[in-house]
């Protein structure tokens, strides 16, 4: 069968003379022959050599397609999906912030999880970033005390999966899809002393409600020296540069009360 020839098969080339329509585009265009895969128009030199379905069935040594966008399309839809269909019966839930680099004999360590104890008591889930640290501290608090204990990892070279006292984990390959499950799931925040990926959560939180893109939850910084020295530039020198607008003081509690930060964070929640 030559490579024009049509059987019933869309994915095919048409004849010189007509597209998939029945219209004669080559009549029409001095690019000549026409040839519609889809929504999608091709001409002249653009008409491909080849077709879908022998693509799809002939033999292939080459596995570069692993790595192109369309795979990779797929690869975070399923993402979402295994995200939505883990967590959709999850139930109220808190997201816990901090470093992963705090270690199990430090006062943050302890305090975490104190708070992920004091949390899941209540019969509401606690949720990190899965990994060591302040991360783990949490989880621990939440998990030892029979609730619901959840870690969302995300694929990193340096990082060792999901810890060991998260009874709910799913790792991530996509900072997006992860944060969209922080986001969705969680109806209040604690964030604890932390680094970059702290902060990236701490912004991308108050990106979203400033700009109305979620709704308001109740998000509380614990450790009001460690926070406070940023907030202070936060409203002085980039306000008054024009570059934001005035945080809302109702948007972010400042604490050092282990107890006032858990009871902010659930205060959210409709029980």
Aim: proline share 5%.
């Amino acid at each position: 069968m030559s490579e024009h020839t049509v059987e019933n098969d869309t994915d095919r080339p048409m004849d010189e003379s007509a597209d998939m329509s029945g219209n004669d585009d080559s009549d029409h265009s001095p690019l000549g022959e026409s040839y519609r895969r889809g929504p999608v128009l091709l001409r002249g030199s653009m008409v491909p050599h080849d077709n879908t379905t022998a693509n799809l069935l002939k033999e292939e040594q080459s596995t570069d397609w692993l790595h192109m966008d369309p795979w990779r399309v797929l690869r975070i839809q399923a993402e979402f999906v295994d995200g939505f269909g883990a967590l959709a019966e999850l139930g109220p839930a808190v997201s816990i912030f901090g470093s992963a680099r705090s270690k199990e004999n430090e006062p943050d360590y302890q305090t975490a999880v104190r708070m992920g104890a004091a949390i899941a008591k209540q019969n509401i889930a606690v949720i990190t970033g899965g990994g060591p640290g302040i991360m783990e501290a949490a989880n621990r608090g939440a998990s030892c005390a029979g609730g619901k204990s959840v870690g969302l990892g995300i694929e990193l070279p340096h990082e060792q999966g999901i810890n060991q006292w998260a009874n709910l984990g799913i790792s991530f390959r996509y900072f997006f899809v992860r944060k969209t499950m922080f986001v969705k799931y969680s109806s209040g925040v604690i964030v604890c002393p932390g680094g970059f990926g702290t902060l990236d959560e701490l912004f991308e939180l108050l990106t979203l409600v400033q700009t109305h893109k979620v709704k308001s939850i109740p998000i509380v910084l614990f450790d009001t020296a460690y926070w406070r020295g940023l907030f202070d530039w936060l409203g002085s020198n980039v306000q008054n540069r024009g570059f934001i607008s005035p945080l809302d003081p109702e948007l972010v509690a400042f604490t050092d009360d282990p107890d006032e930060a858990v009871q902010v964070a659930v205060s959210g929640i409709v029980r």
